[in-house]
């Protein structure tokens, strides 16, 4: 589906993925393809901010929350299931890259985080 996407707009391809994504997370065979599958969705959430000076969307900030509370508890429930060190300086670095901006935006929005 993808293959065809080089003519689309890069949001559109952008909004393709995380919709593919979101749907492999619910059809992802076990515990351990799923946290992959939540890793690279995080990524690609981190990836449709348009600007690093710029913080992300609360709405995109809450579901990255989310996807990597549910990847903690992946893990905790599974102590079988390793994540390398590279996967973990990965997803640290992509984290880092909009903490500055976000801890601002959620000290002015602290609700932000709630259901």
Same mark, same amino acid.
């Given at each position: 589906?993808?293959? %065809?996407?080089?003519?689309?707009?890069?949001?559109?391809?952008?909004?393709?993925? *995380? @919709? #593919?994504?979101?749907? !492999?997370?619910?059809?992802?065979?076990?515990?351990?393809?799923?946290?992959?599958?939540?890793?690279?969705?995080?990524?690609?959430?981190?990836?449709?901010?348009?600007?690093?000076?710029? %913080?992300?969307?609360?709405?995109?900030?809450?579901?990255?929350?989310?996807?990597? *509370? @549910? #990847?903690?508890?992946? !893990?905790?429930?599974?102590?079988?299931?390793?994540?390398?060190?590279?996967?973990?300086?990965?997803?640290?670095?992509?984290?880092?890259?909009?903490?500055?901006?976000?801890?601002?935006?959620?000290?002015?929005?602290?609700?932000?985080?709630?259901?």
């Amino acid at each position: 589906m993808l293959a %065809h996407c080089h003519a689309l707009p890069p949001i559109f391809v952008l909004r393709l993925q *995380l @919709e #593919m994504l979101q749907y !492999l997370v619910t059809v992802a065979k076990g515990p351990a393809q799923r946290f992959e599958v939540l890793g690279q969705l995080v990524s690609s959430l981190f990836d449709s901010n348009p600007s690093l000076n710029s %913080h992300l969307k609360t709405s995109v900030w809450k579901k990255c929350v989310i996807n990597l *509370l @549910e #990847m903690m508890k992946i !893990l905790q429930e599974n102590p079988h299931i390793k994540v390398s060190t590279w996967q973990s300086l990965s997803a640290a670095a992509a984290a880092a890259a909009h903490t500055h901006a976000c801890i601002h935006a959620l000290t002015h929005k602290c609700t932000c985080l709630q259901a």
